[in-house]
């Protein structure tokens, strides 16, 4: 939570992310006997019939699935959803979670809000700590799945001929109609999913973002020579340090530092942006 505010819409969105998600599977490993690796899901693969597929089935090895009804005069998302014109009417659930393994999962703190992450001064609300316990809650939204998680946007992002170029795709925060496909993966799963500092809470976030890690690995893939263009180049950064540059901050490097709070202490980015080097040890298949 403490680090929501410097790790989105910005240059280190998708380093920060990529560690994140590689530190939760070494303490999934360490500490809970975890032998597997960190799944992704395949935005194109589920979103015809999202409440369908395995992840969130409801099945007993599913993510659980979706939350219960909200009463009519309730919306669990309130248009517009991405900024912009773009209206989305809510799913058909909003509630909370009550099948799946997560059926009994609580959160301890109160809803904050995307605001309060992309709009940093004048700081975050004093109450952001207090415990507030709430269920976790889910709605689902086949809408934003069918009409946004396509193969006709992937292709646009993996198109991108730079990094800004890269980032502004899969993040679109320039409300110009193309929900992007990070905030649309975030704002399909509903309250806790769709809220920048409770989305870490529920369990397909991890998934949405080693798919958000597969696609950038990808690109770097594709660029000049052996991939390094895109890699330690050139296109490897593009930004500041900060949220939409709010307040107003340095380039980042590849020498800039950043953290993961208590999972791990600062290190350079450098380090972590290439997958299968260093103890970033993994591959995408």
Same mark, same amino acid.
């Given at each position: 939570?403490?680090?929501?505010?410097? $790790?989105?819409?910005?240059? $280190?969105?998708?380093?920060?992310?990529?560690?994140?998600?590689?530190?939760?599977?070494?303490?999934?490993?360490?500490?809970?006997?975890?032998?597997?690796?960190?799944?992704?899901?395949?935005?194109?693969?589920?979103?015809?019939?999202?409440?369908? !597929?395995?992840?969130?089935?409801?099945?007993?090895?599913?993510?659980?699935?979706?939350?219960?009804?909200?009463?009519?005069?309730?919306?669990?998302?309130?248009?517009?959803?991405?900024?912009?014109?773009?209206?989305?009417?809510?799913?058909?659930?909003?509630?909370?979670?009550?099948?799946?393994?997560?059926?009994?999962?609580?959160?301890?703190?109160?809803?904050?809000?995307?605001?309060?992450?992309?709009?940093?001064?004048?700081?975050?609300?004093?109450?952001?700590?207090?415990?507030?316990?709430?269920?976790?809650?889910?709605?689902?939204?086949?809408?934003?799945?069918?009409?946004?998680?396509?193969?006709?946007?992937?292709?646009?992002?993996?198109?991108?001929?730079?990094?800004?170029?890269?980032?502004?795709?899969?993040?679109?925060?320039?409300?110009?109609?193309?929900?992007?496909?990070?905030?649309?993966?975030?704002?399909?799963?509903?309250?806790?999913?769709?809220?920048?500092?409770? !989305?870490?809470?529920?369990?397909?976030?991890?998934?949405?973002? !080693?798919?958000?890690?597969?696609?950038?690995?990808?690109?770097?893939?594709?660029?000049?020579?052996?991939?390094?263009?895109?890699?330690?180049?050139?296109?490897?950064?593009?930004?500041?340090?900060?949220?939409?540059?709010?307040?107003?901050?340095?380039?980042?490097?590849?020498?800039? $530092?950043?953290?993961?709070?208590?999972?791990?202490?600062?290190?350079?980015?450098?380090?972590?942006?290439? $997958?299968?080097?260093?103890?970033?040890?993994?591959?995408?298949?």
């Amino acid at each position: 939570m403490n680090s929501t505010r410097f $790790v989105h819409n910005n240059a $280190v969105f998708l380093v920060w992310h990529r560690r994140f998600a590689w530190l939760c599977e070494r303490e999934l490993q360490q500490k809970c006997g975890y032998t597997g690796t960190l799944p992704y899901w395949d935005w194109v693969k589920n979103a015809k019939n999202i409440t369908a !597929s395995p992840l969130f089935d409801g099945s007993a090895f599913s993510l659980s699935g979706q939350g219960l009804p909200l009463p009519p005069d309730q919306k669990a998302l309130e248009p517009p959803c991405f900024g912009g014109d773009i209206t989305c009417p809510k799913g058909p659930g909003g509630g909370c979670v009550t099948d799946g393994p997560f059926k009994n999962f609580r959160i301890g703190f109160g809803y904050i809000g995307v605001e309060a992450a992309q709009n940093p001064q004048p700081g975050l609300p004093s109450t952001i700590f207090n415990y507030v316990p709430r269920c976790f809650s889910r709605d689902l939204n086949q809408f934003i799945a069918t009409n946004f998680q396509t193969q006709a946007n992937l292709d646009n992002v993996l198109a991108a001929s730079t990094i800004a170029d890269f980032q502004q795709r899969i993040d679109n925060i320039s409300g110009d109609g193309f929900p992007g496909l990070h905030p649309s993966g975030h704002r399909l799963l509903g309250p806790t999913g769709g809220d920048y500092f409770s !989305s870490p809470m529920d369990p397909a976030f991890y998934l949405h973002h !080693s798919m958000i890690d597969k696609v950038w690995s990808d690109w770097q893939a594709e660029g000049t020579g052996d991939g390094d263009d895109r890699i330690y180049g050139k296109n490897a950064l593009s930004g500041t340090l900060t949220t939409l540059n709010i307040p107003p901050s340095a380039n980042a490097t590849l020498e800039s $530092v950043i953290n993961w709070g208590p999972l791990e202490g600062p290190s350079t980015i450098r380090p972590m942006m290439a $997958v299968g080097r260093g103890d970033l040890c993994y591959r995408y298949e």
